[in-house]
C-alpha cells in the first residue's frame, strides 16, 4: 500500500513539476516520477546514518537513471520524442543532462528528509 501510494505521489510530483517548467508533460514522467520515488525511498531508509548532503546526490542519481532509461525507451526506441536535450551542454544522448541532474539534486535536499522522517515513522 505505501508503494503505490508513493508510486502515485512521485508521478503526480513529476508531472505536476514539468506542467510548471514546460507547460506540458507525458504520461511516461508520470511513471518515471512514480518509478524514481519507490526507488528512493528503498534506497534512502537502507541508508539512514549517511548524510543529507550523499543523500541528496544520491536521490538525482536515481532520478537521472531513471530519466535516461525512460528516454531511451520513449524518445529513442519509441520514437515519442518527449524531450531532447541535444542542444544543452553536458547532456548525454540528449536524455540527460548536467544542468537538470543539479535540479534534481537541490530537490532531493528536502524530498530525502521527507522520505527519512516517512521511514523513521514506519
Known amino acids: 500500500m505505501l508503494y503505490g501510494i508513493l508510486f502515485l505521489a512521485g ?9 510548471i ?13 512514480g518509478v524514481s520515488l519507490v ?19 544520491i536521490g538525482s542519481a536515481v532520478i537521472t ?3 535516461f532509461i525512460v ?4 524518445n529513442v526506441r519509441m520514437g515519442l520524442h518527449v524531450w531532447d536535450y ?15 541532474s543539479f535540479l534534481w539534486f537541490l530537490l532531493c535536499v528536502p524530498l530525502a528528509e521527507t522520505l527519512r522522517m516517512l521511514s523513521d515513522t514506519l
Open 65 to 67: 537513471a531513471v530519466e
Open 11 to 19: 508521478g503526480f510530483c513529476y508531472v505536476f513539476l514539468e506542467l
Open 71 to 74: 528516454g531511451a525507451i520513449v
Open 39 to 57: 526507488l528512493l525511498f528503498g534506497v534512502l531508509r537502507w541508508l539512514p546514518h549517511v548524510t543529507l548532503l550523499l543523500r541528496a546526490m
Open 21 to 33: 517548467w514546460r507547460g506540458r508533460s507525458h504520461v511516461s514522467m508520470a511513471i518515471a516520477g
Open 86 to 100: 541535444s542542444e544543452l551542454p553536458y547532456n548525454c544522448y540528449g536524455q540527460i543532462c548536467l544542468r537538470y
